[in-house]
């Protein structure tokens, strides 16, 4: 998993409204959401999941690794994706299934509350 260095520079987030309106009918806690994007290292390594996940690596996880494993288990999406442009851009995001249910993007230091087919047909810079 690569992407951007979180543990350097601030998470950008889009609004609780804009969260909620983006989640709605999916039962996800969005205050949950919002906990586990501004959680740190310490908060993180509380979940079984994320703890299983840092035994695993060799090196120690950075905190933006480990706050992809956590915000997989809170969308319970099916695991953390990762796709690279022609110009080495990287983005990851949780896979929901589908092309078109709404997940949670990192790309070039944001944070993107949107589909992956959306999102990819923006930025054409991935394909």
């Given amino acids: 998993m690569r992407g951007f260095n979180f543990n350097r520079y601030p998470l950008k987030m889009p609004s609780y409204k804009s969260m909620e309106s983006h989640f709605a009918g999916m ?9 586990t994007l501004e959680a740190g290292r310490k908060v993180l390594l509380q979940s079984e999941a994320v703890q299983k996940f840092e035994k695993g690596c060799y090196f120690p996880p950075s905190v933006y690794e480990l706050r992809l494993v956590a915000m997989n288990i809170v969308l319970r999406g099916h695991g953390i994706v990762g796709i690279k442009s022609k110009r080495n851009q990287y983005a990851d995001y949780i896979n929901m299934g589908d092309t078109y249910v709404p997940t949670i993007i990192w790309y070039n230091g944001m944070c993107h509350f949107t589909t992956v087919g959306d999102f990819m ?7």
């Fill in 27 to 35: 039962g996800i806690d969005i205050q949950e959401v919002r906990n």
């Fill in 121 to 127: 047909e923006k930025r054409r810079e991935l394909d």
